[in-house]
């Protein structure tokens, strides 16, 4: 849910809920005081305690007691005479917010609230006969207080005119009233609490929740560590914002960790190099302080001595290409020229060029292909011509037997040709076998200058068969020799049918 929609949300449920749920409270509270009201008071009918006509709820509290003074007056007026009579009728009234006031003529006789508040009234009640009907009617009298009286007359049984008054404060709120109001304003100001609390604990889960959240994974970052997760799942902009932060967060670890990687490696290949290029200059500097010594004294050892020089000059070139070759993998800066190469020819001329070396280290080489001669591959002639003799030579370093043996076969594989180059060397451990083409893998960690190597020059190979969009593997058995598969696709030209052509 984005932001903007949220704030609509917090809007309407700080303006128009309150509103609704107070109005259902109101509509509840006042429906449940009116029947409870009804019920104390034994009234057949609703009263609505909250009608600004306050005659209806008096006028009803009262009309059971209107009923009984109108049926004595018919039948015994001279009861209103009577002391403990017109008490009986007035503490009824005075439980319904009323009291009884009875005239004789101009003189009152029974006032039923004692005092001056009952006394007050005299001079303004309405005379004999002056309000037509009985207590159907009513008038208001004002004064500090407004009171509503109902008045029925009668005459004596002497002839004296009487009047009966039932009349009714307006001062006070009757209890349920008062109380109904309370639970409104007390229910109101809950209601409001509540959702004034339900909208911040929302606001807090979904937007400072994920916001401290993110404070918390910009202190780690700010602190150097990248090992954590933002776990934020929300679909507004600040769930995204977690989401592109957490995905920087990775990429900067996987960046980090890169770089860590990097230098570990750099930092062992100039280990690998010093040492290796140590080892022919050693012998360099030995061999020509020979000559110089006069040791090379025959013309036999002065020519060994030089083509040993001469060789070690070739393994430090060789370890130097390696290096300059190293730094284009790792800046993607590789120079290839693909051109259509014959795979026949190609690789019976490696063979030929491969094989004057392996003779001298008496290593027997054999080649076998089972391609047709109109086979061709795009390729890079220079490179993959480095892809066969670091293979090769990586051979030569770990065989082990008196009479070397390294055999190259091209196969037809559909459509790829595929190159299997196998030696009789030592062979690799089936938990060494998935690695060797890894940076500076060794299936023996520790250094062997009778080895020597940079420790790269299978990672190459790799490099350059997948930058040709081929594919390269090992199989090994220990003791017996280990064989390098490499697949390349064939060059297939799209020959049109003569009616295409003519089209």
Known sequence: MKIKTRLGMAFLTVTVLPMVLIYLAFWGLSHYQMD???KAYGLSEQVDLLSSNSVQVFNRLTKDSQVEIRQV?????????????LDAVNRKLVGKYAYLLVRRDSEIIYNGMAGEQGEELYDRLPAYGEIEGSFEGGIYLDGETQHLVKQEDFEFSDGAAGSAFIVSGFGDFIPEVKSMMAEIILAGILILLLVGAALIGWVYKSLLQPL????????EIKNGNLDFALDVDYDDEIGQLCQDFEEMRIRLKESTEEKVQYDKESKE??????????????????????????????????????????NKANDMDRLIDELTFYSKIDTHKIPYTFSKINVAGYFKDCVEEVGLDLDANNIELGYFNYVDEDVVVIADAEQMKRVINNIISNSVKYLDKKKGLINIRIKDVGDFIQVEIEDNGRGIAAKDLPNIFDRFYRTDSSRNSSKGGSGIGLSIVRKIIEDHGGKIWATSKVGIGTEIHFVLRKYQEVIRDEEDTDR
């Open 269 to 310: 290949l100039i280990s690998n190099i010093s040492h290796d290029l140590k080892t022919p200059i050693t012998a360099i500097k030995g061999y020509v302080e020979g000559i110089m010594d006069g040791v090379a004294a025959s013309p036999e050892k002065l020519d060994k001595y030089i083509r040993t020089i001469y």
């Open 212 to 219: 401290s959240q993110l404070q918390k994974a910009t202190h």
């Open 36 to 38: 409870s009201f009804r």
């Open 73 to 85: 007056i018919q039948t015994e007026p001279d009861k209103f005479l009577d002391p403990d009579f």
